[in-house]
């Protein structure tokens, strides 16, 4: 693959970080406070806050190149794949944003989300142009589709 043109990084909004930081502190607090004996729930309370306040601090990230989209979710591994050969899209509501999972010749796959090419314009030009060459090779995309991404 080669560098990447455009790029974009989501990160966990602060509210969910003061609200699982406050979590961790009373329990640490309470662990402190007690010092006598060891409270199992309490106890994993505090190592769940810890889990989620690592879950909370990661980040998601779309790069785009020249023939190629690189998605890494909040928790799991990077997927890819060719944009210049997509075979089929879909274009699916999720939760309260749309998503769309492009699947390559090759079986990859990789999902965008509506809200992440609204926020970053180069990334989602690239992704269009590079869609608009696997749409001259085949790739039959529906109206509602191509319409919210601006191809004929």
């Known amino acids: 693959m080669s560098a990447p ?20 502190v009373c329990g640490a607090y309470y662990l402190l406070r007690g010092g006598r004996e060891l409270n199992v729930p309490v106890l994993a309370m505090v190592l769940g806050g810890g889990l989620v306040l690592g879950l909370a601090t990661a980040r998601a990230e779309l790069a785009v190149g020249r023939r190629w989209l690189s998605q890494r979710a909040m928790v799991g591994r990077r997927r890819w794949v060719r944009t210049d ?9 999720s939760g309260v944003d749309r998503s769309l999972t492009l699947h390559d010749r090759d079986g990859r796959r990789a999902m965008v989300m509506a809200s992440q090419l609204r926020r970053a314009p180069e990334l989602r030009a690239q992704l269009v142009r590079d869609l608009a060459t696997s749409q001259a090779a085949g790739l039959d995309l529906p109206l509602a589709t191509r319409e919210r991404l601006g191809l004929p």
């Open 5 to 24: 043109l455009a790029r974009y990084v989501a990160r966990r909004g602060d509210p969910l970080k003061v609200a699982v930081a406050a979590v961790v």
């Open 85 to 93: 050969q997509i075979v089929r899209v879909d274009d699916e509501v």
